[in-house]
């Protein structure tokens, strides 16, 4: 038997065959256009049997899975995430097997800094534990590719489109960290709303050493000024944060860059966070940020108050930074204003209140921050009847611990 050959009834699926189909595409992936990522992963999976392969990519509003369009590829609708085999398998980041007639169809997660970047789906004969194991290490190599090559093409971001976007969101979108990142010791995840018309909100983080770092910000305003605006404060913060300064520094750098830029009377509202991810040590400092919230055994515990501190841009004094020690599995809750003041014409606000009471709601089952995050954006924004006039984000961060 010729080893490797799709035509074979039987392919040989042993370490070494595995080996060729990696180094088939690790070979050639830094020469691959961003076109042809996906062609190349649809050949390998063809040579191990497999067939009807699709690629999935998250859309910005994190609602549904869209095919990739290449040669060899599937095409087709795209996918709810919600109740869909490739929906699991993109909120667990665990492998999904469906039996079909004569055939198996199996989703992959395309992982990337420990959260996918979308779901392969292929149909094969059969499965076992070596069919896995290839999978998984090819997917792991696309997805490294996909990330790789997504910093030199409009291919990836048109893909994810799901419909016209303005051109502050295009800024916006452009500004941020990935969505969620998943490390051995802490978590964090995002979501942003309204996906195609974000303007004045976005975060930022960074993992150093042992040391994470975030910081939720909320430009006033909405449109290209906002965007502008969070584009300096975003831009202020990662400068000051890679020199290694303290938060209360980190502030006032922000409050500089904004205010030189920018009238007297325009401001950003931020959160800035440092969490020691080997003991749980949490500092932070708010500067006119709804306070955070912390969550332990999926309950709100308490609000994270800390000494009031100006707007960045408007020239405050060295702000006073908070503390707070974690235990593993806690979880903090970092939103703007725009997610609890939401209100129908005429009636009351949304309110902390009930955000805390939906966080009570939600399903205790052991999911990780990304699965949650986006389920509570998203059911808070039907709690609202699907109003979001004003930017509503939310971030949420685990210490796993140390």
Known sequence: MTVGRHEDRDPDRSEGFGEMLLGGLLDHSHALAPDRVGPALAAAVARLGGREARILLQDYGQERLVPLAGDGLAGGEPVPIDGSAAGRC??????????????VRVHVPLLDGGDPAGVLAVTLDAVDD????????????????????NGYTDLFFRTRRGEPMSVAAEIQWSLLPPLAMTMPRVAVAGVLEPAYD????????????????????DAMGHGLDAATMATVAIGAYRHARRTS????????????????QFAPDHFVTAQMLRLDTDTGHLQWVNAGHPAPMLIRDHRVVRRLDSPTTLPVGFGGDQPQVSEVTLLPGDRILCFTDGLVEEHESGQEEFGEGRLIDWVHRLNPADRGVRAVARDLSHTLRRARGGAT??????????WVGG
């Open 389 to 398: 006039t004003d930017d509503a984000t939310l971030v949420l961060v685990e």
């Open 130 to 149: 070596d069919v896995r194991r290839i999978l998984r290490r090819l997917t792991a190599v696309a997805a490294d590719v996909l990330q790789t090559k």
């Open 198 to 217: 974000v303007g004045g909100d976005s975060f930022d983080y960074a993992l150093n050493g042992d040391v994470l770092h975030l910081a939720v910000i």
């Open 90 to 103: 993109f909120l667990t980041s665990r492998p999904v097997e469906v039996p079909l007639v004569g055939g």
């Open 245 to 260: 300064v303290e938060l209360s520094e980190i502030y006032l750098f922000m409050d500089r860059a904004v205010a030189q």
